[in-house]
Nanobody, 125 residues
């Protein structure tokens, strides 16, 4: 059974850091791209970062480049999102998602086959 369980969210001040974790089970990370999406209050959901399964290539949206780092630990089947220099605009529920096999990194919702339940990140000004 495929599961994605996020943790690490919380309340942090502007300029602070958080590390999100996504514990995956039921499959191995090198078979699928894993992405982080987020949804802020009143806004559409957006893809933030992704790490591909086969070669570990990483992708970031412009607003988080240089501040966020995605990585994975294959031994523990876990993907991380290190978030530094957080700003209030980063406030959102963050979701770990699995991209369909063979597609690498994609931010298209229709190619996501599993979603975690999300973890809330709140950045205070």
């Amino acid at each position: 059974q495929v599961q994605l369980v996020e943790s690490g969210g919380g309340l942090v001040q502007t300029g602070g850091s958080l590390r999100l974790s996504c514990a995956a089970s039921g499959f191995t990370l090198d078979d699928h791209g894993i992405a982080w999406f987020r949804q802020a209050p009143g806004k559409e959901r957006e893809g933030v970062s992704c790490i591909s399964g086969r070669d570990g290539r990483t992708v970031y949206i412009d607003s988080v480049k240089g501040r966020f780092t995605i990585s994975r630990d294959d031994a523990n089947n876990t993907v991380y999102l290190q978030m530094n220099r957080l700003v209030p605009e980063d406030t959102a529920v963050y979701y770990c998602v699995r991209v369909q096999r063979g597609l690498g990194c994609r931010f298209w919702s229709h190619v996501i086959d599993y979603w975690g339940k999300g973890t809330l990140v709140t950045v205070s000004s």
